[in-house]
């Protein structure tokens, strides 16, 4: 097979697996269809990956297309195989039930055929749920038993919402008729059904919080091993990632230390790591320092992107053809959402690109780290890099949406330092806010790995957030809780980060006066989602040949 063809059949693959993805990206085909979340189904998605990978290496016909295929295929593998979908219950985008219906809701179904492949999914809701629910009773990993509850408390607030995101996308006057009763009727019943087998048959059984690493499930080292070549797309294990972790933390207390200084005077302490720490404690206690109320939350967003849209063809030569929008988290998914997330474009203009913020609890929230996460979510961030991949109709759609964590976070990470060196910040206060999302990226190394490989228990990566990141208590529990159901997920952020600063450092060395930042940054998001390695085969080809 050529190597299209082998990205145009995984890319396949993929939709089949997820085609709630397809109709969000915009992939036409899928858009009656739900998952099959079956462990028959997974197994056979699992064999189709798996010789997909093999027939990767055959070719030498397109190196990049043939080393994308075969990372994916094996992170897929990977994946599958650590059946987190027989344990995942409350995080947002991993746990199944929470990941259907946000995702229902963000759907614009187009008049006519759109419309009734819509009222098609709502009708397979009920069989997916039971599906779901056999899997997960059959299976002998134990989830977390407060997790289990969260997911409970979750649906029971869904349910007594006359207002839900099922309702959410538009319809016209029949359908959405159609729509109130086949909700009404159909699937509110089965998720009180589901609801009931979570709370009556599944929390009994659940595994307490000292136990909530995948090392204490069988096999859970090796998965979790998998896991992490597959989020990182590197060889590094998990003790290195963790070792990485400890140190980074330990270097930022120095920038917490001159930041803090200029922005708060003289600062106690008789080390480092004790005025560090009262910067973060400070950050945390200062009320002036947290949101009045949702909108003033959404307005800063706005005004924070327009500015970084404006200073980008400094650092750019390829900006996005549409801008980025600001939305709310959903009022039912907000509590177990994180600070904000991004959502990509569709490919056929229904939907933009968007930035969410959760406003969730506003008034307990820090307002410091706002900059920076608007940065990371849109403008330099995640927003240019993946509309900026849907762009590229040249490449094979795989080439466009491949899920490499580790370049996708890392982008994101990386677009929160360069907006410092773009001046985009609003002063040293914000700067502070930088470090306070560097420094969580930097004890996520810390604190998944922890959990997951050494044993920790949940409330050890609590205690190890409070004190390395200036994360308030609500985002503490949120991130433990994440890291818990997305094992080796939030390693990426990281991994991916310091790989694009060393390439940026190893090319400007090579090319002296000939480097350019545009050059370098267009290099970087005009070839698609990359491993971390085929990327650093690119960035060397690139200064062989300026």
């Known amino acids: 097979m050529t190597a299209r063809e082998l990205a145009d059949e995984l890319f396949t693959l993929v939709l089949t697996s997820d085609p709630l993805m397809a109709t969000l990206i915009g992939v036409p085909g899928w858009d009656d269809r739900l998952p099959d979340p079956s462990a028959e189904a997974e197994a056979g998605a699992a064999r189709r990956a798996a010789e997909l990978a093999a027939c990767a290496a055959e070719g030498d016909d397109d190196p990049i297309t043939r080393a994308v295929v075969a990372q994916q295929a094996t992170g897929t593998v990977a994946k599958l195989g650590a059946r987190l979908v027989e344990h995942t219950h409350a995080e947002g985008f991993n746990a199944p039930v929470p990941l259907l219906l946000t995702s229902l809701s963000m759907i614009r179904p187009a008049p006519g055929r759109g419309e009734l492949d819509y009222l098609a999914r709502l009708r397979a ?74 709370r009556e048959r599944v929390a009994p059984r659940g595994r307490s919080a000292d136990e909530p690493g995948l090392c204490w499930l069988a096999d859970g080292e090796r998965h979790y091993a998998g896991l992490v070549a597959a989020y990182t797309t590197t060889e590094r294990t998990a003790r290195e990632l963790h070792e ?172 929160e330092r360069l907006a410092d060196e773009m001046g985009l910040y609003s002063g040293d206060l914000a700067r502070l806010g930088m470090l306070s999302a560097d420094s969580l990226r930097a004890a996520r190394l810390v604190v998944d790995t922890g959990m997951h490989a050494l044993g920790w228990t949940r409330e050890r990566a609590v205690e190890y957030l409070r004190a390395s990141t200036a994360a308030p208590e609500a985002d503490v529990q949120a991130e433990v809780d994440r890291y818990i159901e997305a094992p080796a997920q939030a390693l990426s952020y990281m991994v991916g980060r310091l790989e694009i600063q060393r390439l940026r450092g190893v090319a400007s060395d090579r090319l002296g006066a000939a480097f350019d930042i545009r050059e370098f940054h267009d290099l970087v998001l005009r070839g698609g989602p990359l491993p971390l390695g085929v990327l650093a085969d690119v960035v060397d080809r690139w200064c062989g040949s300026v």
């Open 244 to 415: 990485v972790g400890l140190g980074l933390v330990a270097e930022l207390d120095r920038e917490y230390e001159e930041i803090g200084a200029r922005v708060f005077g003289p600062l106690p302490g008789a080390t480092a790591r004790e005025r560090a720490a009262g910067v973060r404690a400070r950050l945390l206690a200062d009320p002036e320092l947290r949101w009045t109320d949702g909108a003033q939350m959404v307005e800063l967003a706005r005004k924070v992107l327009a500015r970084a849209e404006l200073a980008a063809g400094d650092w750019f030569g390829s900006v996005p053809a549409k801008r980025c929008a600001v939305a709310t988290v959903p009022d039912d998914e907000a509590p177990n959402a994180p600070l904000a997330y991004y959502v990509d474009p569709a490919m056929d203009g229904s939907r933009p690109g968007t930035y969410f913020v959760n406003t969730h609890r506003a008034a307990e929230r820090n307002r410091v780290s706002a900059e920076a996460v608007a940065f990371h979510e849109g403008v330099p961030g995640h927003h240019f890099q993946i509309s900026l991949a849907q762009e590229l109709t040249d490449l094979p759609p795989l080439r466009r949406f491949a899920a490499f964590e580790a370049y996708l976070e890392g982008w994101g990470l990386y677009a």
């Open 125 to 198: 809701v009920p069989g997916y749920l039971e599906a779901l629910a056999t899997r997960q009773l059959d299976s002998d990993r134990r989830p977390l038993a407060h997790l289990v509850d969260a997911a409970v408390t979750r649906l029971d607030r869904h349910l007594a919402d006359p207002s839900g995101p099922l309702r959410v996308p538009p319809l016209s006057a029949g359908h959405a008729a159609e729509r109130e009763r086949l909700i009404t009727e159909l699937v509110d019943p089965a998720l009180a059904r589901y609801r009931d087998v979570l």
